[in-house]
């Protein structure tokens, strides 16, 4: 237990550490090739930050713990918008681009509704169990190109003028420090998971449980670490960019691949969490639109952070 706690104290330590560089250098990019702070948060760090989601599924999937994998991507994109959103809108109010607003949350929205119509074979087929099985996986797949397609199309016809307060720094640099903030958050990442699982076992919790929270929570820190980051040097773009890109990322592509290396059933209690994540991905969307401005406010933030604390105790209460 002592070693556990210790890999975890030490995983936020390098966590922290490396989130800090991962902005400091997705930042410095943006500026050396007059890229948004949008754009870097949906490639870059997005990609970054759910590497540990991805290594994570791709050997859960690999070992036939499909509860985990399914777990961890849907519990994961819940605590992007509800906890990390919510975190950081308290910070700071988050400005939310016009196609933000229009194109990438809605796309994480339907990202949620198609994984949800996938695992609905009893219902919609009047199969004997739900299942994602591999030629859903490569449709996923199949989505996640066309949000890359879609992803160069905005960094083609990108404005070129806008000031930027990020640091300048040559491109060698730059990519120095984005590639120790990965290794960094990556690592602090799945020290916390590892030792949080060792924890959640001593102590007796299904699969299913670990990977919507332990491991949940574990993969998403390098979001969060990031996110907070970002809105603390006021570089909202990339805080916003990071979490919507990171939820399509982890649906179309990490459960994607995931569902082709191995099918994933759908227990019927997933599809309550799949319930709490297309509801946050349509709060988040009108919450855009509430004041003054496309904002997402504190007290929006505040609402994001009750509704997850009460999804958390449904689950634990088993109700």
Known sequence: MDVSIAMIVGGFVLLVYGANRLVDGASALARRFHV?????GLTIV????STPELVINLIAASGHNTEIVLGNVVGSNIMNVLVILGVASLIYPLTVQTNTTWIEIPLSLLAAA???????DVFLNQASRNIIDRSEGLVLLGFFAIFVGYTLHLLKNEDQEQESQAPDWPVRRS??????????????????????????????????????????MGTSLPELATSIVAVR??????????IVGSNIFNLFFILGLSAVISPIPVATGGFLDFGILILSGMLLFVFVFTGKGRKLNSWEGLLFLLLYIFYLAVLVLGL
């Not at 948004?36 to 870097?40: A, K, L, V, Y």
């Not at 990519?175 to 990965?182: A, C, E, K, R, T």
């Open 46 to 49: 997005a990609l970054g930050t």
């Open 36 to 40: 948004s702070g949008i754009i870097i």
């Open 114 to 120: 198609v994984v949800l119509v996938m695992g609905s």
């Open 175 to 216: 990519l120095l420090f984005v590639l120790l903030g990965l290794v960094l958050s990556v690592a602090g990442g799945r020290l916390i998971v590892t030792g949080a699982v060792d924890i959640a076992r001593d102590i007796g919790v299904t699969e299913r449980m670990i990977g919507l929270t332990i491991i949940a």
């Open 233 to 242: 040097k006021k570089q909202a773009d990339l805080a916003i960019g990071n």
